[in-house]
């Protein structure tokens, strides 16, 4: 291999001991647990569920004290 050339790229400093391959394990317990729940189908599936629950919950909410203001 030439490494005189300006544009060359020296492929020598290659190794496969410094490649990490395995990224789940490098990553936080935090991260691993954002990106399954709140990343692609399952994170919108989730959120989804999460609206769906803040509505209702407002709702109740919302009923029970109409309930109560207007039971006189």
Known sequence: MDTNNAGSVQYDRWSERNINMNVEASQSTMMRIYNRACVGTTGLIV????ALAALVSIYVIGYVTGYYVHKC
């Not at 959120?47 to 999460?50: D, I, L, P, S, T």
């Open 47 to 50: 959120k989804v569920a999460g």
